[in-house]
Nanobody
Framework: VQLQASGGGLVQPGGSLRLSCAAS????????IGWYRQAPGKQRELVAA???????NYADSVKGRFTISRDNAKNTVYLQMNSLKPEDTAVYYC????????????????WGQGTLVTVSS
């Protein structure tokens, strides 16, 4: 299973970016899928996640500014980031809990390679 993240870049404060993460490979089903971020010198933290049924969970720091969504047919998750702040600067990683076979009930964690988001004037 591979997770390919894209959409990062440099944006001014108050601007917007949209991250995408597409899962490919041996996938029977995906449970929760979401985004984490890690800023320099800090621990990786959950930004937002969405369940297979569409339930969402956001970090307090991004509520009202970020929106997570998923396209199950494409095994893809999106993160729309608005009103970006300098403190949103980090490497953003997608994470998915994937069941690789219909013959197992186990979901395993997979991580994307990370995409850098820099918010600066």
């Amino acid at each position: 299973v591979q997770l390919q993240a894209s959409g990062g870049g440099l944006v001014q404060p108050g601007g917007s970016l949209r991250l995408s993460c597409a899962a490919s490979g041996s996938i029977a089903s995906i449970d929760a899928i979401g985004w984490y971020r890690q800023a320099p010198g800090k621990q990786r933290e959950l930004v937002a996640a969405i369940s297979s049924r569409g339930s969402t969970n956001y970090a307090d720091s991004v509520k009202g500014r970020f929106t997570i969504s998923r396209d199950n047919a494409k095994n893809t998750v999106y993160l729309q980031m608005n009103s970006l702040k300098p403190e949103d600067t980090a490497v953003y990683y997608c994470n998915a809990k994937v069941r690789i076979s219909i013959w197992t009930m186990t979901y395993d964690d997979y991580w994307g390679q990370g995409t850098l988001v820099t918010v600066s004037s």
